[in-house]
């Protein structure tokens, strides 16, 4: 299983990084590689709820449903996944802290997950994917810290 932690402080307060980052249908917003994703199952933002992301990696897409199995309110969450629905995801965890920090919000970030395909799936993750994976997730965080900071 492939595992990408990141961290990062956003000079924010803490009630609005949590509430920007936690909610995966912002996540086109800031991650450069979600293109598309949104609630189903009528779903509310806590335990229980479900997102469908689409992604693009380079030439890979993935179209893949988590669902949130542990939510805690400007704490923490983790998503497992329910479903792929396209691609060779077949493992899926991300994990998200907060806590206040020095008047913002320092975040912590861990994605594991497994591709399928075998083998092939394996050389691919080493060649292409992991970088790309890790590279997406500092933008990403970069991105978010820039849109939550320009809101003061």
């Given at each position: 299983m492939a595992r990408v932690a990141v961290s990062t402080f956003i000079q924010?307060?803490?009630?609005?990084?949590?509430?920007?980052?936690a909610d995966g249908e912002n996540a086109p917003r800031w991650h450069p590689s979600i293109v598309e994703a949104r609630r189903v199952g009528g779903t509310q933002l806590?335990?229980?709820?479900?997102?469908?992301?689409?992604?693009?990696?380079?030439l890979?897409?993935?179209?893949?449903v988590t669902q949130a199995v542990r939510f805690e309110w400007n704490r923490g969450f983790h998503d497992t996944?329910?479903?792929?629905?396209?691609?060779p995801l077949e493992n899926y965890e991300?994990?998200?802290?907060?806590?206040e920090e020095g008047g913002g919000t320092r975040v912590y970030m861990e994605l594991s997950y497994t591709l399928g395909?075998?083998?092939?799936?394996?050389?691919?993750?080493?060649?292409?994917v992991a970088r790309r994976v890790r590279r997406h997730f500092e933008e990403g965080l970069r991105r978010a810290k820039e849109l939550l900071e320009e809101q003061l």
């Open positions: 924010a307060p803490l009630e609005r990084v949590f509430r920007f980052l806590g335990v229980g709820s479900m997102v469908r992301y689409r992604a693009k990696i380079g890979l897409e993935l179209v893949w996944l329910v479903r792929a629905e396209k691609g991300l994990v998200g802290r907060f806590s395909w075998g083998p092939l799936g394996r050389l691919l993750d080493s060649l292409l």
